[in-house]
């Protein structure tokens, strides 16, 4: 079994197969036929892509019922609020489903992550704030829906990490092999 971590950088699908005019992983890795990526980023976030051959540790990192964390950095409009941030601790309903309790944390400084490809939209008048979020689940653009819910739609979203496993130094495009021992730790 082989595991791979690799930093999505920004406007790439989380997938192989070509795509028109859109960036793949083809574009980024040359790995085995049988290394598929373990669950997505969509195509305007960033970060962490763990891909294996490994099934049980896909479903283990992948099963909602396992809980797995993710943590993620989203860069969001205007400044959460104590009531704002409580409300997407306790869970957000999207869609009609409550999210599961997440883990906020309101960051007091800007994370040192590389310029984007395409900039942020900047607004004059509209101040924006950083937060992590550790979710346990991984519901379709679910950071977006949640933050948005709360009145701070999410401008730039970026995993920084699966379980134990960060993405230390790697920049956009970068990937490195990793043992099975690094992500159970």
């Given at each position: 079994?082989?595991?791979f971590?690799?930093?999505?950088p ?17 574009d ?7 290394i ?10 960033e970060g ?25 950095c ?7 609020d ?6 997407l601790?306790?869970g ?23 310029q ?5 939209r900047?607004?004059k008048n ?9 979710l346990r ?13 709360v ?10 990490k ?15 092999e ?7 730790l």
């Amino acid at each position: 079994m082989r595991y791979f971590l690799f930093y999505k950088p920004y406007a790439v699908l989380s997938q192989f197969s070509p795509e028109p005019r859109k960036q793949t992983l083809k574009d980024f890795l040359t790995l085995p036929k049988d290394i598929y990526p373990v669950g997505r980023l969509d195509y305007d976030s960033e970060g962490l892509l763990l891909l294996t051959n490994d099934n049980v540790i896909k479903n283990k990192l992948t099963d909602p019922t396992v809980g797995y964390p993710k943590t993620y950095c989203a860069q969001v409009e205007r400044v959460p609020d104590n009531a704002a941030l409580e409300k997407l601790r306790k869970g957000i309903i999207i869609e009609g489903i409550k999210t599961k309790p997440a883990e906020i944390e309101l960051l007091s400084h800007d994370p040192l992550f590389p310029q984007r490809s395409t900039p942020i939209r900047f607004r004059k008048n509209v101040p924006t704030a950083w937060i992590t979020l550790v979710l346990r689940e991984g519901r379709n653009r679910q950071v977006r829906k949640m933050t948005a819910a709360v009145g701070h739609p999410t401008l730039r979203l970026v995993r920084i990490k699966i379980g134990n496993i960060d993405i230390g130094d790697l920049s956009p495009g970068q990937w490195k092999e990793i043992s099975l021992q690094q992500i159970l730790l």
